[in-house]
């Protein structure tokens, strides 16, 4: 069984900062590109971030300047580094990522930014 567990998210204010993380385990005999999706109440998930496992990154336009994603390919982790957030960042973000030539899904982590 695989497994991707995410942790960091909670309550912001607008301008701060928070870090997610998600972890991969489990029977891995391949992994690929790791990255952040997410979902707003009432609209489709949406790409964030995802990062190759040679570094190589892509964001959406609307984080490019105030996300970054990294990670530890020994550990296999990725990160997500979020400054200046705005309340339309409200969301459950969602970890993904390639393994065993398959799709996993975290289960989640709420972030939620006031105004």
């Known amino acids: 069984q695989v497994q991707l567990v995410e942790s960091g998210g909670g309550l912001v204010q607008a301008g701060g900062s928070l870090r997610l993380s998600c972890a991969a385990s489990g029977s891995i005999f391949s992994i690929g590109a790791m990255g952040w999706y997410r979902q707003a109440p009432g609209k489709q998930r949406e790409l964030v971030a995802v990062?190759?496992?040679?570094?190589?990154?892509n964001y959406a336009d609307s984080v490019k300047g105030r996300f970054t994603i990294s990670g530890d390919n020994a550990k296999n982790t990725v990160y997500l580094q979020m400054n200046s957030l705005k309340p339309e960042d409200t969301a459950v973000y969602y970890c993904?990522?390639?393994?065993?030539?398959?799709?996993?899904w975290g289960q989640g982590t709420q972030v939620t930014v006031s105004s």
């Open positions: 990062r190759s496992r040679g570094d190589n990154t």
């Open positions: 993904n990522a390639l393994i065993n030539l398959g799709t996993y």
